[in-house]
């Protein structure tokens, strides 16, 4: 059984920084494209970053290049994403996805990120 | 950047009935990489459809997803209980994935 298990996210003053992980089991991770994807109560979901298979490659939305990076640990079968200059628009809540050619074909439970003083 | 316009953003329907959910893209859409998902407050987004038009396993076939280029549609053929949900569609441009505002199907 696939499971993605996300933790790290909580309460962070603007301008802070949080580092998500994801803990995979039940497929081949390391063969695997991952992404991140956050949901907010205004604009729905909204795809943030994605890394290939050994993380030589990775993307962006616009609007947190720069201030957020993705990361993989193959042998820990684990994702991560840092967020650095956390904003009161980044809260949401992240989930971790297995990226199967463009479209997520399994998602976690989410982490609540809050950005506020 | 592709920009996906889904309507209506709400359709009260009873259980039953049809819905009928429209997906339409700023441009058209890479080999129709366009997908579907449900989700239900609290719980992961689940894949529906997949290629604009592929099921995801498991999922029950009055779920049908069509369309190419630039116009998508999602129909489920008689919505049951479990189905009132927000439903995304997505496309895949590549480097650079976009998600619809989605549609609420709701109780009437």
């Known amino acids: 059984e696939v499971q993605l298990v996300e933790s790290g996210g909580g309460l962070v003053q603007p301008g802070g920084s949080l580092r998500l992980s994801c803990a995979a089991s039940?497929?081949?991770?390391?063969?695997?494209?991952m992404a991140w994807v956050r949901q907010t109560p205004t604009k729905g979901l909204e795809w943030v970053a994605n890394?290939?298979?050994?993380?030589?490659?990775?993307y962006y939305v616009d609007s947190v290049k720069g201030r957020f990076t993705i990361s993989r640990d193959n042998t820990k079968n684990s994702l991560y994403l840092q967020m650095n200059s956390l904003r009161a628009e980044d809260a949401a809540v992240y989930y971790c996805?297995?990226?199967?050619?463009?479209?997520?074909?399994?998602w976690g439970q989410g982490t609540l990120v809050t950005v506020s003083a | 950047e592709i920009v996906l316009t889904q309507s209506p953003d709400t359709l009260s329907l009873s259980p039953g009935e049809r819905a009928t959910l429209s997906c339409r893209a700023s441009?058209?859409?890479?080999?129709?990489?366009l997908a579907w998902y449900q989700h239900k407050p609290g719980q992961a987004p689940r894949l529906l459809i997949y290629?604009?038009?592929s099921r995801a396993t498991g999922i029950p076939d009055r779920f049908t997803g069509s369309g190419s280029g630039t116009d998508f549609t999602l129909i489920i053929s008689r919505l049951e209980s479990e189905d009132f949900a927000v439903y995304y569609c997505?496309?895949?441009?590549?480097?650079?994935?976009?998600f619809g505002q989605g549609t609420k199907v709701e109780i009437k």
């Open positions: 996805a297995k990226d199967l050619m463009g479209h997520f074909d399994y």
């Open positions: 039940g497929f081949s991770f390391s063969s695997s494209w």
């Open positions: 890394i290939n298979y050994d993380g030589s490659k990775n």
């Open positions: 441009q058209s859409v890479t080999n129709s990489h």
């Open positions: 290629g604009a038009s």
């Open positions: 997505q496309q895949d441009g590549g480097s650079f994935k976009t």
